[in-house]
């Protein structure tokens, strides 16, 4: 099972259709580099990764750790507030089906 992560901005909480582009707090730009901060779980320890928004989809930039379900937490990298927990950020949380391996 892999684990796809996408970020919409609510417009009246009911318009979630919008892919978060913009940290709503500080203003940061998410589609680039190093603009998110992910928290990781990863071999039994917590590790931290940047990575970046591209369409309001979480990139797995780090050993594929999102896809196999090891991220816990997404945060902005610059003033490091967690994204889901603003009033206007919606978290869509998609589990894909693997690909048949040939």
């Known amino acids: 099972m892999k684990h796809e992560y996408q970020y919409f901005i609510c417009h009246n909480h009911d318009d979630c259709t919008e892919p978060l582009a913009k940290c709503p707090e500080c203003g940061n730009d998410l589609n680039k580099d190093q603009s998110i901060l992910l928290d990781l779980i990863f071999?039994?320890?917590?590790?931290?990764?940047?990575?970046?928004?591209?369409d309001g989809v979480l990139m797995d930039t780090f050993d594929e750790s999102v896809a196999e379900g090891y991220h816990s937490a997404t945060r902005c990298a610059r003033c490091e507030e967690m994204l889901i927990h603003m009033e206007n950020v919606l978290e869509e949380h998609n589990k894909l089906d693997e690909e048949p391996e040939e």
């Open 43 to 54: 071999r039994g320890k917590t590790v931290y990764a940047l990575t970046f928004l591209q």
